[in-house]
C-alpha cells in the first residue's frame, strides 16, 4: 500500500515537473513586444459603464443613497449607533450641516437589554464623491453641542457612510 502512494506521488510530481518545463520553454518563444501589447490591448479595450447623472447631493443611510434623511444609521447590522431627529441646516454639493441626536445602545447587560445613551449633536457630511452618476458626501462627523461626553468618551468622530457601499461596488438605489 505504501510503495503504491509512493509511485502516485512521483507520477505527480513528474507530470508536475513536465508541465512546468514545457510552460516555461512556450513562453520563451513569446517576445516580450507581445506580451506588452497583449496586456495594453486587454486593459484598453475593457468596457466602461457609464452612469446616467443624477441631480442633487446625496448621502448615505446603511448603503442605500439617501438625500436629506432625517435619520442616519451607523450601525446598520444592529442599529446599536445612529443619528435620529436630523434638521438640516445646510445642504450643499460640498457639504451639509444640521443637528440631531446621537443614539447608542450601551449594550449591558447585553444588547437586547441594553439601555440607549442619547445626546444632542451637531452632524456635518463632507467629502464629496462621484459614484454612479451621483454626487456622495461620503464623511460623517459628529460632535457633542453642550460638551457632554458621548459614550466613546470623546466630544466627536467621524465615520465614513460610504465604505461598505464603494468597497461593494453597491448597485441598489432607493429613488
Known sequence: MKTRYM???????LCAA???????????????????ELVETSLNSAPTKR??????????????????????MLTCADGGMLVTNIKWKSWAPLRAVGLGIYSQNMCDPDCAQGKRVEIPV?????EP?????????????????????LPNGTLGFSWDVSEFALMMNWNVMRP
Open 129 to 149: 464623491v462621484e459614484y454612479k452618476g451621483r454626487r456622495m458626501l461620503r464623511t460623517l462627523d459628529i460632535s457633542s453641542v453642550k460638551g457632554r461626553e
Open 7 to 13: 509511485v502516485t506521488a512521483g507520477a505527480v510530481f
Open 51 to 72: 452612469y446616467e447623472k443624477i441631480a442633487g447631493t446625496w448621502t448615505y443611510d446603511c448603503e442605500f443613497p439617501v438625500q436629506h434623511p432625517e435619520t442616519i
Open 122 to 126: 451637531r452632524v456635518i457630511l463632507s
Open 18 to 36: 513536465l508541465a512546468v518545463t514545457m510552460i516555461s520553454s512556450w513562453l520563451e518563444e513569446i517576445p516580450m513586444e507581445s506580451i506588452d
